[in-house]
């Protein structure tokens, strides 16, 4: 069993930096890969980005390339996702992901709100 919990949402202006971090815990050395995704509103669950945890190779969705930033620290079993020059469309619940050995896990989403 593996516990996400995401936190470091909240209401900023285009163009203000925040930082997400996903604490995880419980069966971790099973996971093969981190992700990021976020749900906007009205809209369905989109990919953000992801870690692949045995190299750190790391991708991203086309949107946010350049401006965001995944990282983990393997010490502490935290990922975090930096998120800079946000833009209004970036307003979304963001959710950390956990998959590995054929399961997956969420957390239950911290909200990023990106208003003027």
């Known amino acids: 069993q593996v516990q996400l919990l995401e936190s470091g949402g909240g209401g900023v202006q285009p163009g203000a930096s925040l930082r997400l971090t996903c604490s995880v815990s419980?069966?971790?050395?099973?996971?093969?890969?981190m992700y990021w995704y976020c749900q906007p509103p009205g809209k369905g669950r989109e990919y953000v980005g992801e870690?692949?945890?045995?190299?750190?190779?790391?991708d991203y969705a086309k949107s946010v390339k350049g401006r965001f930033t995944i990282s983990e620290d393997n010490a502490k079993n935290t990922v975090f996702l930096q998120m800079n020059h946000l833009e209004i469309e970036d307003t979304a619940v963001y959710y950390c992901?956990?998959?590995?050995?054929?399961?997956?896990?969420w957390g239950t989403g911290t909200q990023v709100t990106v208003s003027s």
């Open positions: 419980g069966r971790t050395a099973d996971m093969d890969y």
């Open positions: 992901n956990a998959d590995g050995v054929g399961k997956e896990y």
């Open positions: 870690i692949r945890r045995s190299d750190g190779h790391i």
